[in-house]
């Protein structure tokens, strides 16, 4: 993807400063983020390990964003990429992966922020942890005012953390650092994947060595009431992808009888989910077409589970 233009021709005007290879990269993409952009930029000029670039794609917002982001040029290691419109989150992710220069890629959304220590303390892992090829870290969730309301400690021993991939994405987007030749490797983001490119990622990258998870909250993510409201469309596509990336897991990851059982119950719960997205867009006959296939998948998963007895009969 090395020079490619994303979205077959309404490539990005950029910039780009300075001749040496950063230890990492640090992928941004920018859409309407102008409220929060400045303050997940500072958070990453604030950090304490200073090899990094910024490969910052603005994705053709409507609100200041690009103003935003051009004020923070003067910073020689922040390349930032220009787009006409917006091209997708999927494949605005898989160019900036394009454009990054550093041994190991790390994340940070738009609107999230990072611990001034986050990139030195994972950099120091991955160096001292040959096998690792994934590394997140623990997450505070934060509202509108940059307040905590909430938190995410997923397992730190490597076959737990394995086992809860099985049937979820434990490795928050913005506190994830990787390998990228790993990534490079098995072709970055899916391109399939909308909405789920970053699990999508993790599943191809396992094939490859190991995951691992700091027990520190060195990154915060911003949970917002807009970022959670869909449209009907929107949520039958989150759905589907979030079934196929459930049934991705089962045939990517190497699991044990307790991962086999928690896949078995995420496929269910995501068939079931599909099932009601469908209907809740008036695809009625779709719907109920689904939520059969469901049962007839998996009755026992469905049935022991509360979460798809209360989709299916509440």
């Known amino acids: 993807m ?3 233009e ?17 230890c990492v990269s640090v992928l941004m993409t920018i859409y309407n983020a102008c409220p929060y952009l400045s303050r997940s930029l500072d958070s990453l000029v604030a950090q304490s390990f200073r090899d990094w670039e910024l490969i910052a794609v603005e994705n053709g917002s409507r609100d200041e964003s690009a103003a935003t982001l051009a004020g923070y040029e003067r910073d020689a290691r922040i390349r930032a990429f220009y787009l006409k419109s917006n091209i997708g989150r999927t494949p605005a992710l898989r160019y900036a992966f394009s454009q990054a220069r550093g041994k190991y890629i790390a994340v940070l959304d738009a609107d999230d922020k990072a611990h001034p220590q986050r990139l030195l303390k994972q950099v120091d892992h991955l160096e001292s942890h040959p096998e690792t090829v994934l590394l997140g870290t623990w997450v505070d969730y934060i509202d509108s005012r940059d307040a905590v309301i909430g938190e995410r400690t997923p397992p730190t021993e490597a076959a737990a953390l ?5 049937g979820e994405n434990p490795i928050v987007h913005s506190s994830a650092m990787y390998r990228a030749a790993a990534a490079s490797e098995v072709g970055g983001y899916p391109e399939n994947k909308p909405y789920s490119q970053d699990y999508g990622l993790w599943l191809r ?5 190991a995951p691992a998870m700091l027990p520190e909250r060195l990154a915060q993510f911003r949970i917002l009431s807009s970022s959670m409201t869909q449209s009907r469309k929107q949520e039958v596509e989150v759905a589907r992808d979030l079934l196929q990336s459930m049934i991705d897991a089962r045939e ?8 086999k059982r928690r896949n078995r119950e995420a496929i269910a719960i995501a068939r079931v989910r599909y099932a009601v997205a469908l209907a809740r867009s008036r695809r009625l006959v779709e719907g109920l077409r689904a939520a059969c296939r469901a049962l007839t998948a998996d009755p026992i998963s469905i049935v022991n589970n509360r979460i798809t007895r209360g989709f299916l009969w509440h």
């Open 6 to 22: 994303p979205g077959g021709g309404a490539g990005p005007t950029h910039s780009r400063r300075g001749d040496d290879t950063p």
């Open 205 to 209: 990258l396992l094939g490859r060595g």
């Open 2 to 4: 090395s020079g490619s």
């Open 162 to 166: 394995l086992r809860h991939m099985a």
């Open 252 to 259: 990517m990851l190497n699991l044990c009888k307790e991962g």
